[in-house]
């Protein structure tokens, strides 16, 4: 090749290289606007944790006020860049076993001490031997995206807790309402107080509770139903030993530990409890008291329940001491307070078809006062009502539960005593006929003297198989009783 070619040649090499360094520095130089103008923060730092490169978005986005000051000010980036320096740790094991991590989120310290979330893409640049020489990548604020979710799950917890308190709600007035029908069902108080305990059960898993109502008459309050494991707590104590009684409104200590406490409870007690008086018409009825083994757990839900329940418990309780007093008024007479004839000759009925089932005894003792009509001529009428007062509480006294003792007219009396033979059935009348002996009547400080008792015993089926038949007997050995000289038992023959 001539001198010329190879001069043509050269010339053309030149011009190529010319033409690479201007593509060269265009490429630079978007790369650089790039840099200069991302959005997203840049940056090259080393394993050590110090910058080495970084743009000015990411100056912006960690509060500086250039990438100079950046560098120059945040030299350790563990300590001044992590809000949590361990994750600092868990990044460089990823790179250190990846070479790169992606969209790593953790919290940063601006410059002003404020927390920022970032999300990190990075790689480690390594030397022909492996070795790590730095690291380079992008930082997002993601603050915004983050408070978002953050506040989207706050909204997803919340009504995750609105349903299930729905729910509970549901399940509770479900309750309630099988409650009320249950209660409904009950014609005595005993029933009323096991199905209370039953549905409170189910009310208020698993914390435990009782219920006590007052004692009118004695100003005591007894418990009378209870739920869940063991409350250590007087099951009789008087209203003083209760705050909810004495001050008429719901008590409740969130932590036993620093608290006025009942005095119906035993040490130590729960760690937080609730004791709601159950009033209806203005009166005392009792109260409900629920016991929590953990402080916290007597939320303001939970006390506004127990309420409702205080109160649906204390309705029912009030219409069934009503309905109570008003069958009692029916049932019994208001003198003596024994049963009445009508009540008498329904359980007689009852008690024959019982005996018949059993092919067992049942005994009838019928009841004359000797000398009533004269009694009364002498001490007066008034008189004549303590006597016959005064005799029916003997007789509430000195039978069985199971016996039925009632005012059969006038100064007559009748006992039914169930599954009693013929033996002790006349025993039962020689202990009455006894007992009348030494009965003590005072009317207006004046001694009434001594009173005695005729009394005349038939039994099924020996006397007869049916009520009417049974009375028919007793009355006929009454008869005899008062002919043979009174102050005896005589029995039907």
């Not at 309050?221 to 209760?242: D, I, K, Q, R, S």
């Not at 009684?245 to 969130?254: A, M, S, Y």
């Amino acid at each position: 090749m001539d001198e010329k070619s190879k001069e043509q040649q050269l010339m053309e090499q030149v011009q190529s290289l010319r033409h690479e360094v201007e593509q060269l520095k265009s490429l630079e130089g978007k790369y650089r606007n790039i840099f200069l103008n991302a959005v997203e923060g840049i940056f090259q730092s080393t394993p050590s944790g110090r910058f080495l490169v970084a743009n000015p978005a990411l100056a912006r986005i960690l509060g500086y006020a250039s990438p100079e000051e950046l560098i120059a000010e945040r030299t350790d980036i563990e300590k001044q860049h992590y809000v949590e320096p361990q994750r600092r740790r868990e990044f460089q094991q990823s790179l250190d076993e990846n070479s790169i991590i992606r969209e790593f989120e953790y919290q940063v310290y601006r410059k002003d001490g404020t927390r920022i979330w970032v999300s990190e893409t990075c790689r480690a640049v390594r030397d022909a031997s492996g070795a790590v020489l730095y690291y380079e990548g992008t930082i997002q604020d993601i603050t915004h995206r983050r408070s978002t979710e953050e506040a989207l799950q706050e909204a997803n917890e919340q009504l995750a807790s609105w349903v299930n308190e729905l729910q509970q709600r549901t399940r509770e007035m479900t309750l309630l309402s099988e409650m009320g029908d249950l209660l409904q069902a009950c014609l005595t108080l005993p029933e009323a107080y096991v199905a209370i305990g039953q549905i409170a059960r189910q009310l208020f898993a698993p914390e435990s509770g009782t219920l006590s109502v007052t004692k009118t008459a004695q100003n005591l309050v007894e418990v009378v139903a209870a739920w869940g494991p063991a409350l250590g707590g007087e099951p009789v104590f008087t209203h003083e030993g209760c705050w909810a009684l004495r001050r008429g409104r719901v008590h409740h200590i969130e932590d036993s530990s620093d608290g006025l406490l009942c005095k119906h409870l035993y040490k130590p007690p729960p760690a937080a409890y609730i004791c709601v008086p159950m009033m209806a018409q203005g009166e005392a009825l009792g109260i409900l008291h629920l016991g929590y083994q953990e402080v916290g757990r007597l939320t303001e839900s939970k006390q506004r329940f127990a309420v409702a329940v205080a109160e649906h418990v204390a309705l029912a309780l009030s219409n069934l001491k009503l309905h109570e007093t008003l069958r009692s008024q029916s049932i019994r007479d208001p003198l003596t307070g024994l049963f009445n004839r009508r009540f008498m000759e329904e359980s007689l009925v009852r008690e024959v078809l019982r005996a018949a089932r059993n092919q067992g005894p049942l005994g009838v003792i019928m009841i004359d006062l000797d000398g009533f009509k004269s009694f009364n001529d002498t001490f007066g009428h008034d008189a004549g009502d303590t006597l016959l007062r005064e005799f029916g509480f003997l007789l509430r006294n000195t039978i069985r539960a199971e016996d039925i003792a009632c005012r059969y007219g006038g100064e007559e009396f009748t006992l039914i005593l169930p599954e009693a033979t013929l033996e002790a059935t006349l025993e039962r009348a020689e202990q009455i006929r006894e007992e009348i002996k030494r009965l003590k009547v005072l009317h207006r400080d004046q001694d009434l003297g001594q009173v005695t008792v005729s009394l005349g015993v038939a039994v099924f089926p020996n006397h007869g198989t049916t009520g009417e038949a049974l009375l028919r007997a007793a009355d006929t050995a009454l008869y005899r009783a008062k002919i043979d000289g009174r102050d005896r038992v005589a029995v039907k023959t």
